[in-house]
């Protein structure tokens, strides 16, 4: 399926002869990955660690540094919690999808308007999700897409904000598989 709106916002990036096949876009809201069965405990811990901090600061006579400090702590605390959540979520209200004719194509429009391709017919991992949504991740030339991309060089965000990447991810998509045919076929002459 193609919508002309989201169509329209791949326009200026294809090149000569190329079209637009598929388009979509993430799932909005709150969106929940396997990570957070590991992140929901530990931004808790986080926080009540950095609670019994800033309460135990307040009770002494705090320098201004250990109060600094402390209020760091807290609002990292915070943006764990429930940040990272709004953050997520507000990035992918603004990120579309795109496959042509030879590229799957994702525009990310947060902080900043970033393209990001991968070419169509290459190594693309389909996982199914709930309510029939799932993700397609585009793999990169000689990347492994394991612990080094969330952890890695620039990645170390993406376990934080699903949302966050920087290889073609279709994330939590509507019908998963539509998107797969058209990813996974050799390019067009």
């Known amino acids: 399926m193609v919508d002309p709106q989201i169509s329209t916002a791949f326009r200026p990036y294809l090149a000569p002869g190329e079209r637009v096949v598929w388009t979509g876009r993430p799932a909005g809201g709150l969106l929940l990955t396997g990570n957070d069965w590991f992140l929901v405990p530990f931004s808790l811990a986080w926080s009540v660690m950095a609670l019994y901090s800033l309460s135990s600061l307040?009770?002494?006579k705090p320098t201004l540094m250990s109060l600094v400090f402390g209020t760091v702590f807290g609002l990292a605390a915070l943006f764990f919690v429930a940040g990272r959540f709004v953050t997520d979520a507000w990035i992918r209200s603004r990120t579309v999808y795109a496959v042509t004719t030879t590229r799957a194509l994702e525009i990310?429009?947060?902080f900043t308007q970033k393209l990001i391709t991968a070419p169509v017919g290459g190594s693309v991992i389909l996982k199914h999700g709930r309510a029939g949504r799932g993700t397609l991740t585009f793999q990169r030339a000689?990347?492994?897409?394991?612990f080094s991309a969330i952890f890695g060089r620039r990645g170390n965000w993406q376990?934080?904000?699903?949302?966050?990447?920087?290889?073609v991810s279709f994330l939590a998509i509507d019908d998963p598989?539509?998107?797969?045919?058209?990813a996974s076929a050799a390019p067009a002459p």
């Open 177 to 182: 598989m539509e998107a797969y045919r058209f």
């Open 58 to 60: 307040l009770l002494s």
């Open 142 to 146: 000689g990347g492994d897409g394991g």
């Open 108 to 110: 990310r429009a947060a």
């Open 159 to 167: 376990l934080w904000l699903p949302g966050v990447t920087d290889n």
